[in-house]
Structure formats: C-alpha cells, structure tokens
C-alpha cells in the first residue's frame, strides 16, 4: 500500500461511518491503453469526466485535448457504472515526467475508498508500463493533503488552470 495506512484505514472507516455506508461494492479493475478501449467504455470516460469536471465543478473547457490517444486509461467499474477512473500519461506528454491525471470518482461512489485505491492502482501502473521513475502531477489545490498521503511534494507555485487553483507534484522513488 502506497498511502499512508493507518489514515487509510481511518479514513474509509470514517467515511463509512459519516454516510453510514453498509456495503462496499466490490470493483473490477481494467487498464487499456486508448485502441484497447471500446466504444462503450470510451463512452463512459467522456460522460464521467464531463459530469465531474465540467457539470459538477462548474468549469467550461475542453476536456478532449488530444493527449487521451497516447496515455493508458485505468478504468474501477461496479457491473455497467464507471466508478472511478485515471489516464496514465507517459512523459514528455503533460510533463517532462510520466504523470496520472483525469483523476475522479463518480459521485454516486464517493466515501468508499475508490479514490484511495486509485490512484494506488494508478502509481503501480505508470511504474510497470514506463519503469519506477518519478512522477509529476497537476493537482487541484483542494487536494494537496490527498496527493501528500501517496508520497507527493509540491513542487511549483500554484497557479490557475480554468480557474481552478492548482499546483504541481512530485512524486519521487
């Protein structure tokens, strides 16, 4: 486990607490690169993504940006519903680093640990497809303590991306 264990641990105990969530999905997990994807799946990423970072946060921009047919795409479904989701982007692509990003849940899903084991899922896939190297992300702001929970360090100043207060981070072996 990549995060911290005992805040894991905490954390999903709480949330399920708070939401008095009696049961836990269990999620299949699939990894594909963007020609492995079908239609249904490709579908279902664009939906996700534009219900989250679009609808739910308020926030118009283009979502489609070219770099989804070079990156690999870490998909958690519950049967049919995409529950969370990553594209794993090589280097050279977003950064000079190999870099996770797209990083949601569904909101239906929230409070399971879907996001937890996400992006621990997501660091050991980047590492078996490009290597054990670092990795730099574009995080949401609101987000820093999340990301430092995996070993990430922030590494720029923030600064706005469709005005969204954002910083890098790095995540070093």
């Known amino acids: ?6 805040l ?11 939401f008095n969530i009696m049961a836990t999905p ?3 997990w699939t990894y594909k690169s963007f020609e492995e994807l079908s239609k249904t799946e490709l579908y279902a990423i664009l939906r996700l993504r534009s219900e ?4 739910e946060q308020h926030c118009n921009y283009q979502d489609v940006d070219g770099k ?3 990156c690999h795409h870490l998909m958690a479904w519950d049967g049919d519903n995409l529950v969370a989701y990553t594209r794993i982007v090589p280097p050279q692509v977003s950064f000079a680093e190999a870099s996770i990003g797209r990083v949601l849940t569904n909101a239906k899903y929230r409070g399971i640990g ?9 660091i050991e896939k980047l590492h078996e497809t490009y290597g054990t190297r670092p990795i730099r992300i574009g995080a949401q702001l609101y987000l820093k303590r999340f990301y430092e929970g995996f ?4 590494s720029s100043n923030e600064y706005l991306e469709d005005e969204i207060p954002h910083i890098e981070m ?4």
């Open 26 to 28: 269990i999620l299949s």
């Open 8 to 18: 894991r641990n905490f954390l999903i105990n709480f949330i399920n607490y708070t």
């Open 114 to 122: 879907a996001g937890i084991t996400l992006m621990e899922k997501s």
């Open 68 to 70: 989804d047919l070079k």
């Open 151 to 154: 070993g990430f360090v922030k």
């Open 52 to 55: 989250v970072f679009v609808v």
């Open 1 to 6: 486990m990549l995060f911290n264990e005992n």
């Open 170 to 173: 790095l995540l070093t072996p």
